[in-house]
């Protein structure tokens, strides 16, 4: 059982930065790809950005190449996920995810075995 709570999110305005962080309950953080999807209502989970579990690869979708950097420290069983260069459409639900021994970047959420609660990114024009 892995339990994941995200913090970071707020309010900011269209072209500043927020890092988010998911810290991750248990000693198998290690054995989990990591995963940033975003939710607005009415709408699909969509990915964000992954990570392998030992960090080696990462992968983003196309609206956020260049501006969002995941990373993840198994020290600290932490990923977080720095965002910049906000725009209005990043605004969101965030949430955090684990699948278990992705040693490639999944990006399917169905794929994904625990999920954070989420937290709201608000970026304003």
């Known amino acids: 059982q892995v339990q994941l709570v995200e913090s970071g999110g707020g309010l900011v305005q269209a072209g500043g930065s927020l890092r988010l962080s998911c810290a991750a309950s248990?000693?198998?953080?290690?054995?989990?790809?990591m995963g940033w999807f975003r939710q607005t209502p009415g709408k699909e989970r969509e990915f964000v950005a992954g990570?392998?579990?030992?960090?080696?690869?990462?992968y983003s979708t196309d609206s956020v190449k260049g501006r969002f950097t995941i990373s993840r420290d198994n020290a600290k069983n932490t990923v977080y996920l720095q965002m910049n260069s906000l725009k209005p459409e990043d605004t969101a639900v965030y949430y955090c995810?684990?699948?278990?021994?992705?040693?490639?970047?999944?990006?399917?959420?169905?794929?994904?075995?625990?999920w954070g609660q989420g937290t709201q990114v608000t970026v304003s024009s």
């Open positions: 990570i392998t579990l030992n960090g080696g690869s990462t």
């Open positions: 995810a684990a699948s278990f021994g992705s040693v490639r970047v999944r990006t399917r959420a169905q794929e994904y075995d625990y």
């Open positions: 248990g000693r198998t953080f290690s054995s989990y790809g």
